[in-house]
DNA sequence: GTGCTTTTTGCGGGAACCCGCAGCTTTTTT
DNA sequence: AAAAAAGCTGCGGGTTCCCGCAAAAAGCAC
């Protein structure tokens, strides 16, 4: 049985290190990468069936290195073992994780205990796990009057990054007026409104820095998943500008 | 000689203290906080002179707590132990700390004896120690053309917390006018406008947006920040509106 | 004081945003 | 198949945003 540790962070990694060795003494082999990339490889060159990483990394993200680990292999038993419990995390992983998969998503507040009954479990009875806060905010998501639904996200991305009606439309193929119905019931959604309607005419915000400023306190978007937005949005950029110019008939004129 | 600790992780407090009683025999008395309401408390009980502490907690920031104590006694040592050296964090830091006061900041990637050394140097000698990078961060943001000065970060806080512009007039008694000018050099300094003069009169961001964005990848605002400007604005709002209701006439009529 | 820079303010207009209304298409329900 | 729900689209207009231009106002040298 080998097992392959993904973290940064020299402390939790020795900690993660302990734990899983008191925890698994069928564990023959021990990895550790200090980032996705390496972790990565190390996966692949071993045929790792079982990983723990942290989702916050710099460089490469947890998220982006299981994808990746999880196209290669999709039986790969992956735990999560994050700091916060964010729906911008809990919407990646379940957007990425193969139907069939084993994983697991376990909060570093928790106790040792719960660290290593959940690394049994998975690894060995190939059982799900999921933290109870983690298993709130995944429920919340999906109640069709508190959580955002994708298309709603999407755009909630969108605006995030910046980009304008106009270019949101592009993106998505959809029209101006689309976008703003969209961008409207993201508004709704997100109480954009409240205690805004005091008698004089004065908005007190405008809604949409307003909508994204909500979404950040209330952990529907964080840095890191943004900051992946911002590279998807490069790459649309990059395509649609290579687009445009064989579109565009050789100038000679 | 007493020395207290704020630091909500376990893992990391744990490493702390070991690390703090092999570097500093001549210390008699530790005591542990996990959170900074505590740790103001037993600061002022036990009228203790150095402290080491996170700056990423929830519930009260490291900053709040250090405002506080330094309030109170300001010749106390603080030892800010952070995982990032955000600019946001440096600026909060810079704003409060006593003009005579010594503190350091170490990151959590540092090396032990780099640890230890700093705590000895602040403790013992009251000699402020500051992490390179950190002092990298705190020049750059002096810098005249690339850093941002208080008043454009002022807007900039204002507009990710989703203010209008007539509000932003209002709460820093400015005229519409002078906050728009206050955003646009804003934007110039953000290079909002990069790439994006492409011949199409298409613009293809929303200013506004897109230098929140930017700032956050930058650092130069992050989601605590911008929780405490919220508070703030909620302050204001009220005595505004107090303001308001004590200048309106008893309405007759 | 006179000059100089920096900051603040007003005016005006083009673009983008927010959104009610109404018609159209697609999907779901019955 | 008919009805209902949900989504997409265009139109129009009220508001806000972005910013060039230019004139006061404030700060700072000499």
Redesign the pocket.
């Known amino acids: 049985m080998k097992i392959l540790l993904i973290e940064d962070d020299p402390v939790h990694r020795s900690f993660l290190k302990e734990m899983v060795t008191s925890a698994m003494p069928e564990c023959q082999q021990l990895w550790e990468a200090t980032q996705g990339a390496e972790g990565e490889q190390l996966a692949r060159e071993h045929h790792i069936a079982s990983v723990v990483m942290d989702l916050q990394m710099p460089q490469k993200t947890g998220i982006e290195a299981a994808k990746v680990i999880w196209r290669e292999r999709p039986e790969t038993a992956i735990l999560f073992w994050s700091n916060y419990a964010d729906e911008a995390y809990v919407r990646g992983i379940s957007r990425i994780v193969p139907h069939d998969a084993a994983y697991g998503y376990i909060l570093k507040t928790a106790s040792e205990e719960h660290l290593q009954l959940a690394l049994r479990s998975l690894f060995i009875e190939q059982q799900c796990v999921i933290d109870r806060e983690v298993r709130g905010v995944q429920q919340q998501a999906q109640d069709r009057h508190f959580g955002l639904?994708d298309?709603e996200y999407e755009v909630l991305q969108d605006?995030a990054l910046g980009?304008?009606?106009?270019?949101i439309?592009q993106r998505r193929?959809?029209?101006?007026?689309?976008?703003?119905?969209?961008?409207?019931?993201l508004?709704e959604k997100l109480h954009?409104?409240e205690h805004d309607h005091e008698q004089t005419?004065?908005?007190m915000f405008?809604?949409?820095?307003r909508?994204v400023h909500i979404a950040m306190l209330r952990k529907l978007l964080n840095s890191t998943a943004l900051q992946q937005a911002e590279v998807e949005l490069a790459k649309w950029r990059q395509q649609r500008q290579a687009a445009a110019l064989n579109a565009a008939p050789p100038i000679h004129k």
């Open positions: 639904n298309l605006i980009l304008t009606d106009r270019m439309a193929n959809l029209s101006l007026r689309s976008v703003q119905n969209r961008l409207q019931q508004y954009v409104h005419a004065n908005q405008n809604l949409r820095t909508a």
